[in-house]
């Protein structure tokens, strides 16, 4: 093969003629004047459709700014006892102290695309694209099966996409905390209630420590860091008082004059000029009325080819008019700390609990917004200044040395926090921007960027030869089956006729539904409050529910079992149905292929569930058929489950003019 290779290249000749005589990226402006507080962004491309240039879709991206802003919305006494620890009586948010950094406290879950919750596309005054809610997901399941491990390395940071760990995950029990704060013998792990990582399914560490793998049995690597949540956070969090390397620091954690800051390499305010992600804002609380904030500026790159599949079979087209609806993920959490000192002398105050109050989302849709977990280990001695594995959000804790004089009663100091992530430059939450929130120094709108190209008249007139091009693309439909019960049989029929259908893709996720003391629900400890808007757990965004394995499955088409024999086992689905799915060359070639989900991924969080329907004879693919899915949930707790069809559509258009024939 090498011997053919070397002869052809050996017959090469040097320079190809020019298929075009220039390309030039443009960009245009939404039409929401920098207002988003309708959760939505318009675009049209009118301004494209009168430049005589054509104009590639299939390259053109979308520049989304976020705002992130994460505020204590008041300070906190402690509760009743003497001699509380640090010898004072207030704890305030300090995020604008290198001791008491923030930096890492909160990250953007996998990929910037989840922002938006819903896409519609109008084509020349048609609806070609229809509103399906939580596209979101079904584009992470596209992304994670299609990309390879190089296009995290060279498209990443670009894109803010780096999967989640599927093993570091850990579950935290839902309900009411238990009734031995203060008790030195539990060493402020709680036995039933919230922990200082969150409630319910938590995959938020980003400490990088590694497992035990010695006196104990074994438990994956549940509690350290997850990779995926640090590199993303490391994309957007970049402070320009921070310093270069290694320091000389104090004890208290200040670095010395003799340190290397980044303010030695760029002037100030070039990240602002270059609107370049960082964190414009640290804010440190010193009163009651003057809370601590910290904010971040994040500049996304969203392609439109990763929105929808029909971005990416569009032709080169002249003269067309687009409008694109897109419903964004604003979102708001409320959540709290709690830090505990048990009755005696010399113990001192640490995290105990990390409590999900609300979550406000209009749209129902996902939370894109992580609080990285305090990542607190008790030592054996409570009196300790050490933490065993100190994870970014230890700074929302309040923590300190011991009083030597005995405490007369348990100490508990609750902080209470707001976080909100908005598209533009504001912060849309009116309770943060109370509080002194300030605007976003990068882009105040969303830009549409798209190459527009000048054909050699040569090529122009062979691209022309044939003017009407058919576009075949697909559409998805949604459907949810909810609370199929741990060991439950399930039986639903999810449409009753979709043409052309191409597979069947099912999410599960552990129920929604239910009380806050039900520990056969979530565990989030908020009735109603689905996982995928868990600030603890990365749930709809690449990631399911962990272990929610599905046996005795199947999906009819039409009444037809699609999968010969009932999927039994695990390796079943992995092997005979997901794997190669979107990968080059289907997965069929060693040594070039793609697709970040292995074995090991699906058993532990990536449980999807993913069946190919389209083979059928031509004939069949305009007739409208029923799907049903089959099953029995072999997760002891309860799920949900998200079910993707996605069938086939098409059009055709003329290339000049971009009208639809």
């Given at each position: 093969m090498c011997d053919k290779l070397v002869y052809d290249l050996a017959q090469e000749v040097e320079g190809s003629p020019s298929v075009f005589v220039r390309k030039d990226w443009v960009n245009i402006l939404d039409n929401q004047n920098q207002n988003y507080g309708n959760n939505q962004s318009v675009l049209d491309t009118s301004q494209l459709s009168n430049s005589n240039k054509y104009m590639s879709y299939r390259e053109a991206y979308l520049l989304v700014p976020f705002t992130i802003s994460l505020a204590s919305t008041a300070s906190s006494v402690y509760s009743a006892g003497t001699n509380p620890p640090n010898g004072g009586t207030t704890a305030y948010f300090s995020p604008g102290a290198a001791a008491t950094s923030a930096d890492n406290a909160i990250g953007l879950k996998n990929w910037f695309g989840q922002i938006i919750h819903s896409f519609t596309l109008d084509y020349n005054g048609t609806t070609i694209i229809q509103q399906t809610p939580l596209v979101n997901m079904w584009n992470s399941f596209k992304l994670m099966t299609s990309l390879s491990y190089q296009d995290l390395l060279t498209q990443g940071a670009t894109i803010g996409f780096w999967p989640d760990s599927s093993d570091t995950f850990q579950f935290v029990q839902g309900g009411a905390v238990d009734g031995v704060i203060g008790d030195s013998s539990a060493g402020f792990i709680p036995t039933f209630g919230p922990s200082a990582a969150g409630t319910g399914t938590c995959n938020n560490t980003n400490f990088m420590s590694s497992p035990t793998v010695y006196g104990e049995f074994s438990g994956l690597r549940t509690g350290t860091g997850n990779e995926g949540f640090s590199v993303r956070q490391r994309w957007i969090n970049f402070n320009p008082d921070g310093y270069i390397g290694s320091t000389t620091a104090t004890a208290a954690g200040v670095a010395s004059s003799s340190t290397a800051y980044f303010g030695n390499l760029m002037f100030a305010g070039a990240s602002t000029a270059l609107w370049k992600s960082y964190i414009f804002k640290k804010l440190t609380g010193t009163s009651t009325t003057s809370p601590g904030i910290i904010q971040i500026a994040v500049s996304a790159t969203v392609y439109l080819k990763h929105i929808h599949s029909f971005f990416n079979m569009v032709p080169l087209l002249k003269g067309v008019f687009m409008k694109m609806?897109?419903?964004?993920?604003?979102?708001?959490?409320?959540?709290?700390?709690?830090?505990?000192?048990?009755?005696?002398?010399?113990?001192?105050?640490?995290?105990?609990?990390?409590?999900?109050?609300?979550?406000?989302?209009?749209?129902?849709?996902?939370?894109?917004?992580?609080?990285?977990?305090?990542?607190?280990v008790p030592s054996t001695s409570l009196?300790?200044?050490?933490?065993?594995?100190?994870?970014?959000?230890?700074?929302?804790?309040q923590t300190g040395n011991a009083s030597a004089t005995a405490q007369s009663a348990a100490i508990t100091c609750t902080i209470t926090y707001r976080m909100n992530i908005s598209v533009g430059s504001l912060c849309l939450d009116s309770t943060i921007a109370g509080l002194g929130a300030a605007s976003s120094p990068l882009a105040k709108s969303v830009y549409l960027y798209i190459p527009a190209y000048s054909f050699n008249p040569?090529?122009?007139?062979?691209?022309?030869?044939?003017?009407?091009?058919?576009?075949?693309?697909?559409?998805?439909?949604?459907y949810q089956v909810i609370n199929v019960g741990g060991g439950q049989t399930f039986n639903n029929l999810v449409t009753n006729?979709?043409?052309?259908?191409?597979?069947?893709?099912?999410?599960?996720?552990?129920t929604s539904t239910g009380s806050s003391t039900d520990v056969s629900q979530s565990g989030l400890g908020v009735p109603g409050t689905p996982v995928w808007q868990s600030p603890f757990d990365p749930a709809g965004t690449g990631p399911t529910s962990p272990m929610c394995a599905i046996t005795n499955f199947n999906v009819q088409i039409s009444g037809q079992n699609a999968i010969y024999n009932m999927e039994k086992y695990s390796f079943e689905q992995f092997n005979n149905q997901l794997y190669g799915y979107n990968a080059v060359n289907g997965g069929l070639t060693d040594g070039l292929t793609s697709g970040l989900v292995s074995r090991y991924d699906f058993d532990n969080c990536y449980c999807y569930y993913y069946v190919d329907v389209s083979r059928m004879l031509p004939v069949e693919m305009t007739v409208p058929k029923s799907v049903q899915i089959i099953g029995q949930n072999m997760s002891s707790r309860s799920v949900d489950l998200i079910v993707f069809v996605e069938y086939g559509v098409s059009i055709s258009v003329d290339l000049l003019t971009g009208a639809r024939v």
């Open positions: 609806t897109m419903n964004l993920n604003n979102t708001t959490t409320a959540f709290s700390t709690i830090s505990v000192s048990p009755v005696g002398a010399n113990y001192q105050i640490k995290p105990r609990s990390l409590v999900l109050t609300s979550v406000s989302n209009p749209l129902g849709g996902v939370n894109p917004l992580m609080i990285a977990s305090a990542g607190f009196t300790a200044t050490t933490y065993t594995t100190p994870d970014g959000g230890l700074s929302l804790f040569v090529f122009e007139q062979a691209y022309l030869s044939s003017p009407v091009k058919e576009i075949k693309y697909s559409d998805i439909y949604q006729g979709i043409a052309n259908i191409k597979s069947v893709l099912i999410l599960p996720f552990h």
